[in-house]
């Protein structure tokens, strides 16, 4: 690996402490033989179900915007720490947390009011005492001053130096300033690492939580909002993810021969297996998959027969038109929107379950993850309780969503192919790996298109013996085929999306306008260059991901990813 000027300027000696160079990639095996057994582990639905805990600004934060006046805006203090959470009773798992817990905080905003997130790393430092020992989770280097990170807010169309781009990373004892201008529809996000390298185990340590943007337009569709106190609890945040956990109660990592992370615990916001009482009437569940490798195809079951689910809204917002299904796959970072009806259910018990895609690895524990438990009283509120009857006239389509094959075609729109492919070895996007993006000195980009450009992307999996979800940065696009055929389009992934599940065999067309809308006064519409990856958190660290860029063939220094917004040390 060549270490370009910049990663000089960002790695040298600042206030008498030189900082390591990040971390080359490291494949890493757990002790699988010392797994938890499951006799020691909670038996199913019997703990409560827990939201997540939500984070209110803590002040204000002026900065210069790029029209060179300074403004003020709403100030998020986040802190990434090292530190012990009781996820199995009776024992203290080591964990990283955004301000201690995991998953953290879910920030929720409304759109046209941006925000500061100011996310100070502080990996560095051990757990407090009597913890202070005990060793670090899915360790990927001995030494706590290269435990470095980048946030990076995933469905936001930030500027490139406010984006967590993998090679901007935040060295333990800095703290990075982020932006972000929640100027886009209404839609579940989620905020997680994404440091070169070890996102994978970054991640699985615990740095992932969700953000909600609300808008006007959603709070009249009739279903729970979370905008809405009448309605808030009906609005439900859903992380789900896999663990496997030592005889001690540490967390084991296990990359399999750098193929995947898979775990033998399914947690619902941190809980395993948990129970949760729901009154009835509707329900909305924002379901993120933050799992490292694993996805799933779910389905909700009452004991005799399956249960609908509604799909109301994908990764990027709302849908065209509602889609009720019996199973939804859901690939790992894609978040589903979808709306439970439990009136038909008073009493009753109501298992999630998950009925495995292949080239997963499998544990019994996965095939249930949660229960519902319906109470029979009324519900306490009733406002909210519905999916209205005029949706498709009521809701506002993202333009994405308006197009077709044919037509984008007719129009002769420009159209690039992207194969995934394992060569000797090593996960690549067209033959390259995100060695090539370092060793240009980040310059060299796959992709270069005007602003504003509408293009089709056609994403192929050559292999049988994996799944790739693919996340391209910055942009909302449509699935308008898979292997050629539109009719093989999901009819829940019907919606705006970010992240698409590419599966085994499979060519999946999509099609996007690169662009996003500017933050608000003095600020500009996003350009620059953005990443493209996997979402299998262990194959992007092992470099399937490339970068492409928008409207900046000079690379302008004002929006360079990694020296446009440098982070500052602690004092």
């Avoid at 805990?53 to 803590?58: R, Y």
């Avoid at 959470?85 to 905003?109: Q, W």
């Avoid at 980009?445 to 450009?453: I, K, L, P, S, T």
């Avoid at 996997?534 to 194959?539: K, M």
Wanted: charged share 20%; net charge neutral; glycine share 8%.
């Amino acid at each position: 690996m060549s270490v370009s000027r910049r990663d000089l300027l960002k790695i040298g000696v600042v206030g008498g402490a030189a900082l390591a160079l990040p971390l080359e990639r490291v494949g890493l095996a757990g002790t699988p033989d010392n797994r938890m057994p499951t006799s020691k582990l909670p038996a199913r639905f019997t703990l409560p179900f827990v939201r997540p805990p939500e984070l209110k600004p803590s002040g204000s934060w002026r900065m210069r915007c790029p029209d060179g006046m300074m403004r003020s805006y709403p100030r998020y203090d986040v802190r990434q720490q090292f530190t012990v959470a009781e996820i199995l009773p009776g024992y203290k798992t080591p964990i990283f947390g955004y301000n201690g817990v995991t998953p953290g905080p879910t920030i929720r905003v409304r759109r046209g009011s941006p925000i500061v997130v100011r996310q100070a790393n502080s990996l560095q430092r051990p757990p407090a005492a009597p913890y202070q020992n005990v060793p670090m989770p899915s360790r990927y280097t001995n030494d706590p001053n290269q435990r470095s990170t980048s946030t990076h807010l995933h469905g936001s169309a930030s500027l490139p130096q406010f984006d967590g781009y993998a090679s901007d990373i935040t060295a333990p004892g800095q703290v990075k300033t982020y932006f972000y201008p929640n100027a886009q529809e209404a839609r579940t996000l989620w905020y997680h690492d994404h440091g070169v390298h070890h996102t994978s185990q970054n991640a699985y340590n615990g740095l992932a939580a969700m953000y909600v943007l609300h808008d006007e337009k959603e709070r009249r569709m009739g279903i729970p909002s979370g905008a809405n106190p009448t309605t808030r609890r009906y609005d439900v945040p859903m992380v789900v993810r896999d663990a496997m956990f030592a005889t001690d109660g540490g967390l084991v990592y296990d990359d399999n021969s750098e193929s995947g992370v898979y775990g033998d615990v399914p947690l619902i916001n941190g809980v395993p297996w948990p129970v949760m009482d729901v009154e009835p009437r509707i329900y909305r569940f924002r379901i993120l998959n933050a799992s490292v490798s694993r996805s799933y195809n779910w389905q909700l079951h009452d004991g005799r027969a399956p249960v609908p689910m509604t799909v109301v809204g994908t990764d990027a917002g709302l849908v065209p038109k509602p889609q009720t299904v019996m199973t939804l796959r859901h690939g790992m970072a894609e978040r589903y929107e979808v709306v439970i009806d439990f009136a038909k259910y008073k009493g009753a018990q109501l298992t999630l379950r998950n009925i495995s895609p292949k080239n997963n690895v499998d544990y019994e524990g996965m095939d249930q993850v949660m229960r519902f438990r319906v109470g029979r009283a009324a519900p306490t509120s009733t406002y909210g309780n519905s999916i209205s009857p005029n949706w498709q006239e009521r809701v506002e389509n993202a333009e994405c969503m308006d197009w077709d094959l044919p037509g984008l075609r007719s129009q002769g729109v420009a159209e690039r192919e992207f194969t995934f492919i394992r060569t000797h070895g090593q996960w690549t996007i067209n033959g390259e790996t995100w060695e090539e993006v370092i060793d240009s000195g980040y310059t060299h980009c796959m992709a270069e298109m005007d602003e504003g450009a509408v293009e089709i992307w056609k994403l192929t999996n050559s292999s049988g013996g994996w799944f790739h979800p693919v996340h391209i940065h910055l942009v909302d696009f449509q699935v308008l085929s898979r292997n050629g055929n539109p009719a093989n389009v999901k009819p829940f992934e019907k919606g705006p999306k970010d992240v698409v599940y590419v599966g085994e065999n499979e060519t999946v067309e999509v099609a996007m306008r690169f662009a996003g809308p500017k933050a608000g006064p003095g600020w500009r519409t996003p350009r620059g260059r953005y990443m493209m990856h996997c979402h299998n958190l262990v194959h992007e660290d092992h470099d399937m991901m490339m970068q492409f860029g928008v409207g900046d063939p000079d690379h302008a220094p004002d929006i360079d990813p990694i020296t446009a917004q440098y982070p500052e040390w602690e004092a």
